[in-house]
């Protein structure tokens, strides 16, 4: 399996240009970087200070276009000398602690919620918390005036009634993702995440969790990216024991992956094409070009790594959902379909996981399924023998 040597957390100089993200406005020093950034705050503030959240798309325009270069100049600004306080955290830049001490960005979050979060709006502040969260060279997450607002903007995207438009979902991947890798890099995030207030995640507590979750068995690179985010969860949570009990008590992690591979395998080829009679596996050239099989696949790859790296209890509790959710309902009939066909492809399914599967709890599950789960009074094994010995092409 290479799911973990592709988790690889990207900096930003490996990452894509994207022409949403603002050009740099200041190369200059920081006293005049800092200059520039309060004359722009000073023109955003005189609209956020109006008694009423102003409607007016000039207003609007002026506020998001001051807002994109406060914000490059954010993430520009290399971090104070010196540390603070002798801590090993260093000294913020003078941009940082204007954000920080001002409250900057929770005032323009709060701004767009109360005006009313338009589509074009939510995917701005989604673009440029990603921009600004993976370019910046200062630990922003670790400061509460940039994270509670990250999570009050989450948070709306989690709100039953506004929600996360289709069309913004890639961008609110994206931004997850770059929390996680940040939450990779620097642990006390987790622990900052997990214990931020409701106020800031809703009902949960760990939003940026629950956010991924949808995602596990989505196709594309939307997918690929939830999926690393949700392992990159996984592995900071593994020492962490209040953040596993979440995740098997609150959550809905274990039987989403575990009972989704059932739907995945719903939609799977029920006939293989068996080429010469000298044909006894499936083997990756055969299936790399079907689709539903490639995607099934990569489910079953997320399913191992999560067990590679998972805390015990969300690695206890996924076994037992991949048996009682996957397994026993779904491969044990489809091993005793009556057309020879559906027989051929299902034993094929079969052998192809067990032969990807590397991790031994989760090898063991699946031969504690063969060998001790009765279809029909015969254990799997029974019915795989009586196959091998017959003379059918099964």
């Avoid at 200070?49 to 000039?58: G, I, L």
């Avoid at 790399?288 to 805390?311: D, W």
């Amino acid at each position: 399996m290479s799911w973990l040597s592709r988790l690889n957390p990207r900096g930003p100089a490996s990452r894509p240009g994207r022409s949403a993200a603002p050009s740099s406005p200041c190369t200059a020093d920081p006293e005049t970087c800092l200059m520039v950034f309060q004359n722009h705050w000073r023109q955003v503030s005189w609209v956020l200070e109006q008694h009423e959240p102003s409607s007016s798309s000039d207003d609007l325009t002026a506020v998001r276009n001051h807002t994109d270069q406060m914000l490059c100049l954010l993430a520009e600004e290399r971090p104070g000398e010196g540390p603070e306080g002798g801590a090993s955290v260093p000294s913020m830049g003078p941009i940082l602690e204007l954000v920080v001490t001002e409250n900057i960005l929770g005032c323009l979050v709060q701004w767009h919620l109360s005006r009313g979060l338009d589509p074009d709006s939510q995917g701005a502040l989604l673009k440029l918390f990603e921009m600004l969260i993976g370019q910046s060279q200062q630990s922003l997450l670790q400061h509460k005036a940039v994270l509670h607002p990250l999570l009050r903007l989450l948070g709306a995207c989690a709100d039953p009634e506004l929600g996360c438009p289709s069309a913004l979902e890639n961008s609110l991947v994206l931004l997850l993702n770059q929390v996680c890798v940040t939450m990779a890099r620097q642990p006390v995030i987790l622990e900052m995440l997990f214990q931020a207030a409701p106020a800031q995640q809703g009902s949960t507590n760990l939003l940026i969790f629950s956010l991924l979750v949808p995602f596990i068995h989505r196709d594309g690179a939307i997918g690929q990216q939830a999926r690393d985010a949700l392992l990159l969860v996984m592995a900071a949570s593994a020492s962490h024991e209040a953040v596993a009990r979440y995740i098997v008590e609150n959550s809905y992690f274990c039987p989403v992956l575990a009972t989704g591979l059932s739907a995945l395998y719903s939609s799977l080829p029920r006939k293989i094409e068996v080429r010469g009679d000298d044909w006894h596996a499936l083997r990756r050239e055969d299936w790399i070009g079907v689709s539903s099989l490639v995607l099934f696949m990569n489910s079953l790859e997320f399913c191992n790594a999560v067990v590679q790296v998972a805390h015990p209890m969300v690695r206890s509790q996924l076994l037992d959902y991949l048996h009682n959710g996957f397994l026993v309902p779904v491969m044990g009939p489809a091993l005793h379909k009556s057309s020879v066909d559906e027989m051929t492809a299902s034993t094929a399914y079969l052998d192809l996981f067990l032969r990807s599967v590397t991790e031994t709890s989760l090898l063991r599950t699946f031969l504690r399924f063969i060998l001790l789960h009765r279809h029909d009074n015969d254990t799997i094994l029974d019915t795989l023998l009586t196959r091998i010995s017959s003379n059918s092409r099964v």
